[in-house]
């Protein structure tokens, strides 16, 4: 009973201790829980270490915007083929997003801004791994490359995917990658026919949409879409959690689809800066192999929330 009260009592004290964290929407005592699990998911790190986890965990909660969930049709909605004609064109070439299907998605979160180099760069720290590109970072003429706001370099789906899975463990959440439906409803603007996933549905240079010679920029550097997420469109591509199919569409089940059950390659959507920008729609489907050769600033992903 001694020992119960003694660790009860400097478990407090190491709570009490600890630095502060704030947070815009969890509570003192959730912080604490997310602390918890972090001291005991890596009790090998420092205390300085295992609080500098907590904060990106909780920044991490905070930069979720929530998504009230809805119906909408998904795929290529088509747009007149002339200013003012009553004829309607395919917005795309691709074949892969012309069966349109109506999706029901239960309500979800997004992260508002793409995962960034400086909290990959710490949770590669944490798992043991070094930092992605170190042979990069060694020059000096490259370094600009690396600064902590841009988006992660990725190599595979399933860093990005282990990362996000790796939040939802310390957070108590189910967080993943997001669905390819939950991306398309949200850069559209929860389901409405919008052509670009930018703050008016327009893209102008240099506004809402990086001019052709910016590269990749800082997360969060232009205008978020009206529902407040940022570079759905251009800055880094984006890795979903589907298995990529030509014919998915024509197959899917309305109610939260989550992709085929296997495949060789994983969606892709948000086509990187440096693409031709009017080829950059909600609508556009890409996929990509989930092992790539080499590390690429062009290929990032962020967070979702399900089951809220």
């Known amino acids: 009973m001694q020992k119960i009260i003694l660790f009860t009592l400097l478990a407090g004290l190491t709570a009490c201790s600890s630095p502060t964290i704030t947070s815009e929407s969890l509570s003192p005592s959730e912080i604490n829980d997310i602390r918890a699990r972090v001291a005991e998911l890596h009790p090998d790190l420092s205390t300085r270490k295992q609080h500098e986890v907590t904060q990106l965990v909780v920044r991490a909660l905070d930069n979720m915007v929530f998504i009230e969930g809805g119906t909408f049709v998904m795929g290529d909605f088509g747009m007149p083929c002339e200013p003012g004609s009553t004829k309607t064109c395919k917005i795309d070439y691709d074949t892969d997003n012309n069966h349109l299907h109506e999706v029901t998605l239960s309500d979800f979160a997004m992260a508002k801004y793409e995962t960034t180099i400086g909290e990959f760069d710490l949770y590669r720290e944490v798992i043991g791994e070094e930092p992605f590109a ?15 706001d841009l988006p992660a370099w990725t190599r595979t789906w399933t860093e990005a995917h282990e ?38 549905g327009k893209i102008e240079l240099g506004r809402n ?19 407040g997420i940022y570079d759905l469109v251009a800055n880094a591509g984006e890795w979903l959690n589907d298995w990529y199919s030509p014919d998915y569409y024509q197959n899917s089940p309305q109610y939260d689809p989550k992709g085929p059950a296997t495949g060789s390659e994983k969606v892709y959507r948000g086509l990187a800066t440096g693409n031709t920008p009017k080829t950059n729609t909600t609508v556009s489907r890409s996929s990509r192999s989930i092992e790539q050769r080499r590390y ?4 990032g992903f962020r967070c979702a929330v399900s089951g809220l």
């Open 134 to 148: 170190a042979h990069l970072r060694e020059r000096e003429d490259r370094q600009h490359l690396f600064q902590p």
């Open 163 to 200: 990362y996000c899975q790796w939040l939802g463990t310390l957070s108590g959440r189910n967080i993943d990658l997001p669905t390819e439906a939950q991306w398309e409803y949200v850069s559209r603007n929860r389901g409405q026919k919008v052509l670009y996933a930018t703050d008016n």
């Open 209 to 227: 949409y990086p001019k052709h010679d910016e590269g990749v920029l800082p997360v969060g550097s232009y205008p978020p879409n009206p529902l």
């Open 296 to 299: 690429s600033s062009l290929r």
